[in-house]
């Protein structure tokens, strides 16, 4: 399989997605973003959506479980997060 002939656009927005993730996560470990705010668990959640999208195309088991778990975290810590505020 020859990665860049079989590269498609789900393929860029799940790439576009990783990048979103692991960029929050180095803000975090930089103590830039910090991982107990809403901007850190919504970059986790846009992220994840758009990894989402790409496995729609092209499936893998594995991949679909920990980003359904990776969305259900986010969106619980984001739901905490805004419990706490009111």
Known sequence: MDLLN???LADGIGLLGSVI???AYYLATRNILPADKIPFNA???A???LV???LIYRP???AVVIEV???LIATLAI????RRRA
């Open 47 to 49: 992220g994840g959506l």
């Open 69 to 71: 778990m990776f969305l």
């Open 52 to 54: 989402t999208v790409s």
């Open 21 to 23: 993730i692991v960029g």
């Open 43 to 45: 970059c986790n959640i």
């Open 79 to 82: 739901w905490r997060n805004l």
């Open 6 to 8: 079989d590269f498609t």
């Open 60 to 62: 893998n088991l594995g």
